[in-house]
Each structure stands twice: as C-alpha cells, then as structure tokens.
C-alpha cells in the first residue's frame, strides 16, 4: 500500500498556465532556429567562397537594425514595467514604441532586400543568398507576428480594456525578446563573419 | 504573477454551449475535439487502406486490372475523370504507383497514427485522467484541430491537381522533391509540403497543451509519480515531438524556397547537399517513431494491470525507461542514412545508440509480462489487443536489431525487410494499440460499450491476418525485393518471389475486410450497444470516477487523489481494485 497522505494542490512548477505554455513555445522555436542556423553554419565551414558574398551585406545599415530591435526590447521592458504599477497610459506610450520600431526594422529589412535583388543576388545566386534570405525571412515574419500582436494590446490599452489581459504583456514580451536574440545571432553569422 | 491562474481558476465550471456549432464544430471542450481527432484519424485511415489495396494489388498482379474496374464501362476509362486519368484502364501506371505509396505514409504516419494516438487519446485522457476541467488552453487546443483540418483538405486537394499527388515518397529525398521536373509533380508537392508543415505546427499546439495541463492542471494529491502512464508517454511524446519537428519546419520552408523561389539548398547542380535533407528529415524522423508508438504503448500498459487485476510491475522503472529512450532517439538519426552516402566513420557510434535504444524498450516489454505474471487475467477485447501489441511488438523490436547494425543494414537497406520491420512496430502501436484504446475507453467516450464477440472476431482476424501479411514480407524483404519498385517482374532475381508476393497481398485484403467487422460494430454500438456504467472495467484511474460520457465540466467535484494508479487486488481491501480517489479509511470499500 502506498502513502495515503494528500499532497497539496501547488503544481509542480510554480508558473502561471500562459507563461508556461510561452515557454513550450519558444522551446520548439529555439529548435527551428537552431536547426537552419546549424545547417548554416555546416555549410558556410565547407564554403569559405562565401565569405565575398557575405562581403556585400552592409553592416552599418545592419547596425542600425541591430540598434533599433534592442531598443524595441527596452520600450516593451518599460511597457511591462509600466503595467505593474497600472500606468495604462505609460503602456500604451511604450507599446507604441515597440510597434513603430519594429515596423522600422521590417522597412529597413525590405530596403536591403530590394537593393541585394536590384543588384542582381537574388535567392537563387547561390547557397549564401538562398540562407540569407531564408533565415533574415524567416525572422522578418516572426518580427511581424510580434508587431501584430503588440498592436493589438496597443489598441486594448488606448480603448482602456487592457487591464483584464494586462498579462499578456507580458508573453509578447517573451516573444519579443526571443525574436530579438535570434537577431543577434543571425547579425554576427550573416553580416560580421566576412574574414 | 499577480493574474489568477492554477488550478483554481480553470476548475471554473461553465455551462455547456447550446448551439450546435459552438458545441459540436468550434468547440473548446477536449472530448469533442478528442472526437474530431478520432474522425479525422478514421477517415484517413480509410484513404491510406484503400491506397494500400492499390499498392498491394500491383505488387501482387502488376499491370493487371484493379478488380472491379471491369464493372464500368470502356466509355469511362475513355473519359478524362480523375479516375480514368490515374488507372489506365484500370490498371495502375509506374507514375500512379509512387503517388500510391508516397501518400500511403504520408497519411498513415502523419495523418493517422497522430490524430488517433495523441490527438484523440491525449486530448480525451489527459484532462480526465489529471482531474481538470478541460485542457489548460481551450481555444489553442480548438485551433490545433482545426489547423489538422486544413491541412488534411490541402493534402486531399493535391490528389486533383495537374500533375497528381507528391510522388517523392513520405520521406521526400531531394534532388527527386526538389526539382519539380524530376518526378513530374508540380503542385502536389508544394501541397505536400505546405499540409505537412500545418500538421506539424496543429500538434506543437497540442502539445504545449497536453504539457502545460499536466503540469499546471492536477487535481489535490495527484503527484507526478501517481498519474497514469498514458498522462507520462503523452507527454513525454510531446517533449520530443517539440524538441525535434524544428529543423523539418525550417526544411519544408528551405525545399519549398528551392521548389518555389529558385534557391539550392538540397539541389547538388546549384551548390546545395541532399544529405542535410535526410539530416533534417531523420532527426525529426526518429524521435517521431517515438512520438507514435510510445501513446500506443501507454494504450497496452494501461489496460494490462485492469484486466490482470495487478499493479503495473515497475512502474517507476518504465517511466525512466522512457526517459532514456527519448533522450537516446535524438542521437540514432543516421541510422537511417547508412547508405546515404554519409561519412562511414558515423556508422559506428549510430550503431551503437541504436542497439542501446532496444534496452528501454526491452525494459518494458519485460515490465508487462511481468504485470501478467501470476495476475488474475480476463480476455475482453481490448485485453486481446493490448496483448496484440505486445507480441506485435517483440517482433518489431527483434527485427530492429538487424536494421539497426551497420554490416546488416547495407544488405537489408531499402527492401521489404525494413518494410516489414516498421509495419510491425508502428502497427503495434498505431493498429493494436490505437484498438486496444477504442474498446478500452469508447464507453468512456461514448458512454456505450463496443459488442464484445464482434470485437473478439475483429481481434482474431486482425492478428492472424497481419502476421499472414506481414511476416513473410521479410523474407521478400531478404530475397532482395526493393521497395518502392511499382514491378517486381522487371526483375529476373525477383521472379522466385512472386507466389510469396501474392500471399502476402490476398492476406493484406483478408487483412482489410477484417476491419468492416469493425466498422459495423462501431457505428452499431453508437446507436444500439449496451449502456455504459461510469467504471465498466472496475478501474482505477480518475477517468473512471465520473459519468460514462462525462458530463461537459467533467466532474461534478475535483476528486482528490490518495494514491497511485494501479492499487489492483491490494491486501485489506474487500474488492480488487483501489481507485485513485477513494480514501480508505470511513470510505465504502475499507473493511475486510
């Protein structure tokens, strides 16, 4: 016979139901990543040719990308924070932040693409330009996903109906800071690995 | 963390909703989507039964007309329908063929055994089984299925596109998916690839579910080494389900980009290498293996100790069995790639993994006989098929070794021995174990039960018809026959072959029509079967303690758990089982 005690009711895992699903999530999305980057990476060893390609990117314009996400994370930081006092009005501000800036990021990305395609490296040039526009792509999206999901929490908090999903800041969050690390390993990989 | 969550917050009852499409189409209630899975996985098993008819037909008469295709008219096969377009006069062209088998896995593994073994069965068991309400993301678990829905129309559709279906195998190796020219399929396999990568995310979905209602979810007292051992495989399939379908999303997204937009990731003319296909195909692949059987596994595991009247023999043992298995089936990928052409000095440590691989799984194989050993055992249906899996899969488990050892598998590779290999262990799982599952819990399901001597007789002319078919497939398999070749009398070495060839078929159809006796019961039993009392079995887990069907807020109380799973025949107590939520002390059954 087996102990007949009662446990109480505490889960295992002391995290709220949507928080944990958020990190199951980004799990499976760490995989994704991790698999084309890795594929990548085994290639770009066995072609070092592709070094003068990558040699093309522009790294300033790839900078100032780089620069613009990271604040973009600083603004959702502030949007959260700006929750947990019930500053409605200071979430919306940072909220609106995060969004413009991310569409910033997207504009600038589509204006790298069209100058690469204009000069002729299109996906199709070779194995470095199919990776590149594969993996930058692939982030792009989920950079829009992000946005679309700030904006929608955007508009909650401006027709003041946040406060019953305020928590939900918080995921998007989550979901932002990843989409902004996997920038920060394509930056180095993509743009800065030219020697 | 000041939001309401945990377990208080989702043990909210809410009223059922009335209309039908709320109730029935867009529902968020886990047993009607465990039902959509299960209708889902019974349709499709239909398509992939009837394209294996076909495949076996050609195999067994290449060229000669399907049977029955004389009954219409010469004007039909005349004519420009689908059907007349894909059968030349009712015989089965080279071309139609690789469709054939290429869909044939395509919709067993992905569209079948999936929806069967974690859609509905983890959907249906997980909330019961952990005393929740519902799943702990109602609507994601709703758009999950929905998503499958999709994705199956797409790959329904890409039957009747110009061009046909995939024609690349369920595998789909570039260079032959990659450039449209080479199989002559356009945009059956841009659908391919396109509903392949919905079914994966529709399960990422589910899963993050089935992992975060176990963890979030239990009722008072359920710790993790109580619950049952399907709520453990469910999850732990999830787990490695998650942790590997990454990188073949990011590859159907990359052979898509070479199909579609020009690229060259897998196409060696243009720079790219088809090995990193089968790289990122087999680590998702094997783990994959897993992610079916292990649920089907659970199946067996679960209704072994009710119809043994004894505790499951180690059950701690196999949960970390379990462990080890999932943990090893990220590191025996290449063992599919033996004669890929891949560096030969990987075949070794590949070898080696994979045989270690069997430990575990031998680990349980032992763990259920043991559960028999000594037990008091009744034979209703679905303990016939549990023990169908059992000896289903001993078979499947030996011929792996063989596969599984380099030297062997050079000689082996690609025939009908690994044919026959898999067929035993994913038809353990899938087949005998997804059964044993039907008869098990369909009461629960539908609230009433299956008939019994149908179920016998569907059992018996299951069993004997499988090993008909598929035991002598590996001596097909080791006289040399390939697969996927649409005529095995193209080839002299294979003539020998072909009396075996034709069993193995008549034995396939013998093996199909067994299933109508399944059918029957199934919807008869919907209508007219026997009424189910809430615990026909006299089981122990919480499932049973509620209504057969549950009421829409499962139970009218949260039980509170006082014990493990699988207390059977426990000393000091009248009858011979113990359920999970009965105190014994004041409680009815505590005398003696």
Known sequence: ?195 | MSETSGPQAAHAVHPAPQGFVRRYLFSTDHKVIAKQYLAIALFWAVVGGLSAFLIRWQLAWPGEPVIGSGLLPEAFWDGDSWLAQSLQYGSIPAEFYNKLFTMHGTIMVFFVAMPLLLGALGNFLIPLMVGARDMAFPRLNMLSVWTLAVASVILLISFFVPGGAAASGWTAYPPLSAVPELSEVNWGQNLWLIAVALEFASFLMGGINFLTTTVNLRAPGLSLFRLPIMVWFQCIAAVLFMLSVGPLIAGAVMLLLDRLAGTSFFIPSGGGEPLLWQHLFWFFGHPEVYVIMIPGMAAALEILPVFSRKPLFGYRLIVYATFAAGFLSFIVWAHHMFQSGMDPRLAMPFSITTILISVPFALMVFAMIATLWGGVIRFPTPMLFALGVLGVFIMGGLSGIFNGSAPADIYIHDTYFVVAHFHYTLFAATFFGGFAAIYYWFPKMFGRMLNDTLGKIHFWWTFIAFNATFLPMHLVGLGGMMRRIANPLNYDFLQPLQPLNVWISISAFVLMLGQLVFVVNFFWSLVAGRRAEANPWQANTLEWSTASPPPHHNFDTIPTVYRGPYEYSPPGVAEDWLPQHRPLVGGPAATA
């Not at chain 1, 996906?123 to 930058?136: D, I, K, L, R, V």
């Open chain 1, 1 to 195: 016979m087996q102990r007949e005690a009662t446990h109480a009711v505490a889960p295992a895992v002391p995290v709220p139901a949507a928080k944990l699903g958020m990190w199951w999530f980004l799990a499976s999305e760490i995989v994704t990543f991790g698999g084309i980057i890795v594929a990548y990476l085994v290639f770009r060893l066995a072609h070092p040719q592709w070094l003068e390609e990558a040699a093309h990117l522009s790294v300033p314009i790839a900078t100032f990308n780089t620069l613009v996400l990271l604040t973009s994370s600083l603004t959702m930081v502030l949007a959260f924070a700006a929750v947990d006092r019930g500053d409605e009005r200071r979430v919306a501000t940072w909220l609106a932040l995060t969004v413009a800036l991310g569409l910033v990021f997207v504009l600038v990305k589509a204006y790298e693409w069209r100058h690469e395609i204009a000069a002729g490296r299109v996906p199709g040039e070779s194995g470095f330009w199919g990776f590149y526009y594969g993996m930058t792509g692939l982030h792009a999206l989920h950079v829009l996903g992000g946005v679309v999901v700030n904006a929608c929490l955007l508009i909650a908090a401006l027709r003041r109906r946040l406060e019953p999903i305020a928590h939900r800041v918080e995921m998007a969050g989550l979901y932002w800071h990843f989409v902004d690390i996997v920038w920060i390993f394509l930056f180095p990989l993509l743009y800065l690995s030219t020697h």
